[in-house]
T-cell receptor, first 114, second 112 residues
Framework: DAGVIQSPRHEVTEMGQEVTLRCKPI?????LFWYRQTMMRGLELLIY????????DSGMPEDRFSAKMPNASFSTLKIQPSEPRDSAVYFC????????????FGEGSWLTVV | DQQVKQNSPSLSVQEGRISILNCDYT??????FLWYKKYPAEGPTFLIS?????DKNEDGRFTVFLNKSAKHLSLHIVPSQPGDSAVYFC???????????FGTGTRLTIIP
């Protein structure tokens, strides 16, 4: 059973560059979440989609962040331009219809902006 | 505004003893609570949950207690094992809402 697949696993980029993180949710799951993990704030929700439609993007830090879900099997989180304070682990997660409230996480994308 | 708070960033417990991880929440609309466990370089994985209509849920060595009046929940692990060393996240969910709101996590270290 393939879980949530994220790429890249690690990314080091220079300040000002564009960063694109990718996610393939578990097949059949209709909700997709992007979380960011930092020491200070723990796991914070950036945005989530239901049936490919963004439902809540109130956690997106600022206009430099954008997310898309063009189809049920793919999503991207883009940061443009990137800043050092964006350095964190970004997790994608998905859940099925009537999941019983459990969401399944990918292994994360470690982003370092220098 | 941190709606879910885990005030202990770290906890060390001797192997075989009980580990107690605490979590406080402020959002009275939460009706479901979950604990996730995270190993280094891996994504969080679901551990145990509890509905707001219950005050206890048990699964093997893991028990979660909910005190709604105090807006407090705790995770008990007994007996603690070295494989339990991980970061534990508490999360809450509002009724009819899919998103989970997580705390900052507690790093548990089990000492052999």
């Amino acid at each position: 059973d393939a879980g949530v697949i994220q790429s890249p696993r690690h990314e080091v980029t220079e300040m000002g560059q564009e960063v694109t993180l990718r996610c393939k949710p578990i097949s059949g799951h209709n909700s997709l979440f992007w979380y960011r993990q930092t020491m200070m704030r723990g796991l914070e929700l950036l945005i989530y989609f239901n049936n490919n439609v963004p439902i809540d993007d109130s956690g997106m830090p600022e206009d430099r962040f954008s997310a898309k879900m063009p189809n049920a099997s793919f999503s991207t989180l883009k940061i443009q331009p990137s800043e050092p304070r964006d350095s964190a682990v970004y997790f994608c997660a998905s859940s099925p219809v009537r999941s019983g409230n459990t969401i399944y996480f990918g292994e994360g994308s470690w982003l370092t902006v220098v | 505004d941190q709606q879910v708070k885990q005030n202990s960033p770290s906890l060390s417990v001797q192997e075989g003893r009980i580990s107690i991880l605490n979590c406080d929440y402020t959002n009275s609309m939460f009706d479901y609570f979950l604990w996730y466990k995270k190993y280094p370089a891996e994504g969080p994985t679901f551990l145990i949950s509890i509905s707001s209509i219950k005050d206890k849920n048990e699964d093997g060595r893991f028990t979660v207690f909910l005190n709604k009046s105090a807006k407090h929940l705790s995770l008990h692990i007994v007996p603690s094992q070295p494989g339990d060393s991980a970061v534990y996240f508490c999360a809450g969910r509002g009724e009819g809402n899919e998103k989970l709101t997580f705390g900052t996590g507690t790093r548990l270290t089990i000492i052999p």
